[in-house]
């Protein structure tokens, strides 16, 4: 197979309204997924013309920080790998991304194309680790470019691809699991790396950190302590603004799910101050932990609860599922959060979701407004293939809104994660050094102690003189 290429999957979903499973062509897809959405189907995409230079102008501050602040630079390595959970039968195909010395160049991966040093040589030391939960209909490559820059500044960072949710299938949209679903892909794919001999030895298993985009935002969350309370959805579609996708018919049978399949998850009485610890778990529950510890899930994933105690910081991009979290949900949630809002976000609209989140959170986040950002603005730029068949995943931004959103939103994560997590750590320590070849001497001979001693001249003489006797004159010596 040739480097840098990767077999193209087969694009399907499984989606309907009544729920029946069906396989769909990737035209389909994009009209199903376009209808959930309230997204226009089969047309060019709206670009609008080229900004005026004073709309830049709300990016420019961050741009000059960025360049002032820009840490030192390291080279993008980028490597791929699967992960198999047989307690669900899902694969995960992850991307791992991390900071290299070898220079980056050109590979396709299926419609994507990187920059990358692909199975390139790592840079000694132990680093930060970011997963990133990709935007609904994603995959681990769709924030390519961000991850990118991610490594260049220090990070290793990982992006599995959702199963249910991501390109090329959908069938978990608004439905329970695609909530509950993907906090265990971001901790499996946690644990595959501490333990894979290939990335354990360049990651602090200290400073793990989770960046969220859309409903990523929401696994953000749930693995950083925030409990989903599902009745929270009832009036949410008499609040909102006409044409929220959450509301549409399909939408809400869908989520109307949600009560029942978060029982288990939503803040009981000991949550509503903040500061509240979760109870003691009983013997069971503990031993139900320890299982799925000895299956490949960490400790910290309980089956009535979400969080993974590893996870030390969190990044919530244009988040959605803000109507599930009330502030009695939140405040388990201890660690530094940031928020990035879209300005324009058309599908998780920000007064009930990035500011409402804002509002609830018991610690105040940091919080950025990305000016002219829509919802898909954060994705990688579209290759022609997904331009052509789900245009409705590129985003209404032209390319030079998009690189500039781009470099906002990457400069205030780099920030946020230095400050929170910290740069590189010292280098490994260097293998002791070889011993010195050892030059085995032959031993002495032995001694056989039974064996008569023959005697020297010198012993004879020392012998005769003991004795008091004079030493034989040579006859044959002249006198």
Known sequence: MPRGYAPRTPFHARINASGTARRLSRPLLAASLAA??????????????????????PFLPTMQEARADEPASYQPGFRTMGIWIPETGERLDVAVWYPSVRAPSEIHLGDWTLDV??????????????VISHCTAGSRLAHHDTAEALARAGFVVAAPTHPGDNSNDTSSLFLPEQLTARPRHVSTTISKLLRAPETSPMIDPARIGVIGFGTGGATALLLAGARPDGTRYAGYCERTTPGDPY????AAERLSRLPEALRSLQPGPGDNEPGSSPPAASPATQAGQAGQAGQGLPAQFPQTAMADARV??????APGYGMLFPRASLTRVTVPVAILKAE????????????????????????????????????????????????????????????AIHRVLNARLVRFFLSTLGEAGPPLPAPPPEPEPQVRQAPPPTVNATAPKSKTKGDRDEKRKKNGKPRKQDESAPR
Do not use: I
């Open 117 to 130: 040093a692909r199975g390139g040589k790592e840079v000694p030391g132990r680093f930060p680790l970011l």
């Open 36 to 57: 959930a959405l309230l997204l226009p189907v089969g047309l060019p995409q709206r670009v609008p013309p080229n900004l005026p230079v004073g709309t830049l102008a």
């Open 312 to 317: 030390r910081a969190v990044a919530l991009v």
């Open 247 to 250: 509301c549409t018919k399909w």
């Open 344 to 403: 324009d976000d058309e599908v998780n609209r920000a007064p009930l979701h990035a500011d409402a989140l804002r509002a609830a959170l018991p610690r105040t986040p940091e919080f950025t407004v990305l000016a002219g950002a829509d919802h898909y603005a954060f994705m990688a730029a579209c290759p022609r293939a997904l331009q052509r068949d789900l245009p409705e995943l590129c985003g209404g931004v032209d390319e030079d809104s998009r690189q």
